[in-house]
Nanobody, 126 residues
Framework: QLQPVESGGDLVHTGGSLRLTCTAP????????VGWFRQAPGKDREIISC????????NYADSVKGRFTISRDNSKNTVWLQMNDLKPEDTGTYYC???????????????????WGQGTQVTVSS
């Protein structure tokens, strides 16, 4: 059972940076595109970024484009989300998930493969 584990969330001020980490203990992320989602209080979970299985292609929601960078190292079974210039509206719980068929990173359409993790909390204070 592929269940990701997210870490790296914290409380930061507006304009700050964080790097989130996604791993999958006991399983491999290598064959799968991986998506990062976030869920703000009282809102639905939304896709914010996706990276292809090889790491060559990445895509971002407009709300984070130019500020967030997704990357991966398959030799370390790890996917990161570098978040810069954080804003209060970035506050939420962040989740990563492996993307099963018929997901499309290009369209930011993710069909989760395996389970959702517990997420990691990001709070941006103004």
């Amino acid at each position: 059972q592929l269940q990701p584990v997210e870490s790296g969330g914290d409380l930061v001020h507006t304009g700050g940076s964080l790097r989130l980490t996604c791993t999958a203990p006991g399983a491999t992320l290598q064959p799968y595109p991986v998506g990062w989602f976030r869920q703000a209080p009282g809102k639905d979970r939304e896709i914010i970024s996706c990276i292809s299985a090889t790491g060559i292609n990445a895509n971002y929601a407009d709300s984070v484009k130019g500020r967030f960078t997704i990357s991966r190292d398959n030799s370390k079974n790890t996917v990161w989300l570098q978040m810069n210039d954080l804003k209060p509206e970035d506050t939420g719980t962040y989740y990563c998930v492996a993307a099963g068929y018929p997901s499309s990173c290009r369209s930011l359409v993710i069909h989760p493969f395996g389970s959702w993790g517990q997420g990691t909390q990001v709070t941006v204070s103004s």
